[in-house]
């Protein structure tokens, strides 16, 4: 895990999924006015992002209703984020991300990635690839600027930890 003072572009935008389209993109600014953006960060082309899509729904669970917004941004068009997805694109908010802008404004190497983007655009932790105890410490920067509790990583039936893929392909 990395605290940074990586700040995103507030030109950056962030286009969601809805109902298997891509929905009215906007600045991520726009999406930072109340909460901070608690974000995974897939590629669905890859088995290593499938192989933490279960891990990932129960984390971004376990924060519903506290002061973030929870997402998912998967580096894919539509049609193919619905279909790696699944039934999770429902969900949860979903960002379509198919030119990476996203991840290589938050700076990212390694996917999957589990990103705490603060209300004011800066990147306040950040974990890469499949290490419960990375993505822990960002459950705790979470809990701690919403003052929220935290979760214990990994959990019964969670992956062996393993490096993420090429975040930029």
Same mark, same amino acid.
């Given at each position: !895990?990395?605290? *940074? ?8 935008? =962030?286009? +969601? #999924?809805?109902k298997g389209a891509a929905g009215k993109g906007r600045p991520v600014m726009e ?24 891990t990932a729904s129960r984390v971004l669970e376990e924060f519903r209703g506290c002061?973030?917004?929870?997402? !998912?941004?998967? *580096? ?8 790696? =997805?699944? +039934? #999770? ?36 932790a950040k974990a890469e690839g499949w290490d419960p105890r990375t993505w822990e ?8 600027? *919403? ?23």
């Open positions: !895990m990395a605290a *940074t003072d990586l700040k995103l572009p507030t030109d950056l935008v =962030l286009t +969601p #999924l809805v999406w930072l006015t109340t909460f901070h953006l608690a974000s995974v960060v897939l590629d669905p082309y890859t088995n290593e992002s499938s192989w933490i899509l279960r002061d973030v917004r929870i997402n !998912m941004i998967v *580096t894919a068009g539509p049609a193919d984020a619905s279909a790696f =997805l699944g +039934p #999770l694109a429902d969900k949860f908010l979903v960002f379509c991300d198919p030119d990476r802008a996203a991840v290589k404004a938050m700076g990212l190497t390694e996917l999957p990635a589990f990103v705490l983007t603060q209300v004011d655009g800066v990147i306040g410490k960002v459950c705790d920067a979470i809990a701690e600027i *919403t003052k929220w509790s935290s979760i214990e990583l990994p959990s019964s039936g969670d992956p062996v930890p393993f490096s993420g893929s090429p975040a930029l392909g």
